[in-house]
Every structure is written in structure tokens, then in C-alpha cells.
């Protein structure tokens, strides 16, 4: 069982950063695609980013070119670094993995973060 926990949301004003953070705890694995997604309110879950064992990243249009994902394998810890915020960026993001695939094309995330909110105002 595997047990992911986010930190690092909170409120920012629009062309601001944050970072947020998602530690792995139980018995993750070698193989791996992780990802953030958001949710607004009233509104579908998107994805962000993904991540996968390789470091193959890939991002969602919105967000190309402002986030950037990344693990650090050695603390279990995914990143997702959010840069020119936008008021539309703002929703609740949660962290998911799954760690019987090599590559993010066959992912289907298993576990899930509790997720942390983000908003930005303009």
C-alpha cells in the first residue's frame, strides 16, 4: 500500500509562484508514472503533468512553458513547480501514481493525494 501526502498549496496573486510537493510513503516502486491533476470547482479533473521512471515529462497545453514536474527518487518526492500563475490555475491539485507501468502511456493511477489547494487571484 502506498500513502501520498501534498504539501505547498496556498493563495497568490496572478503572475506569482508556487511549489508544490507530494511525498511517497509505503511500498512504492522503481517503475513509475506520476502525476499532478487539478480540479475546480463545477468543473472536470485535468491533467497537469506526468511524469515517468525515464523522466519523460509531458504537460497539458494550458500549462506548457509556466509548470514544471519532477521526482526526486531518493526522498520519494514528486514536484511540481508553478510559475506566472494564472486565476484560472486555481483549483485543487492532487498527486497520483502508478508503479506497474515503465511509461506514462499505460498509466492508470492507482493512488491518490488528499489533495491541496491552490488559488490565485487576479
Not at 82 to 102: F, G, I
Not at 108 to 118: N, P
Amino acid at each position: 500500500q502506498v500513502q501520498l501526502v501534498e504539501s505547498g498549496g496556498g493563495s497568490v496573486q496572478a503572475g506569482g509562484s508556487l511549489r508544490l510537493s507530494c511525498t511517497a510513503f509505503g511500498n512504492t516502486a522503481s517503475s513509475y508514472c506520476m502525476g499532478w491533476f487539478r480540479q475546480a470547482p463545477g468543473k472536470e479533473r485535468e491533467g497537469v503533468a506526468t511524469i515517468s521512471m525515464f523522466r519523460i515529462t509531458s504537460y497539458a497545453e494550458s500549462v506548457k512553458g509556466r509548470f514544471t514536474i519532477s521526482q526526486d527518487n531518493a526522498k520519494n518526492t514528486l514536484s511540481l513547480q508553478m510559475n506566472s500563475l494564472k486565476p484560472e490555475d486555481t483549483a485543487m491539485y492532487y498527486c497520483a501514481a502508478d508503479y506497474r507501468v515503465r511509461t506514462c502511456r499505460t498509466a492508470d493511477f492507482a493512488y491518490w493525494g488528499q489533495g491541496t489547494q491552490v488559488t490565485v487571484s487576479s
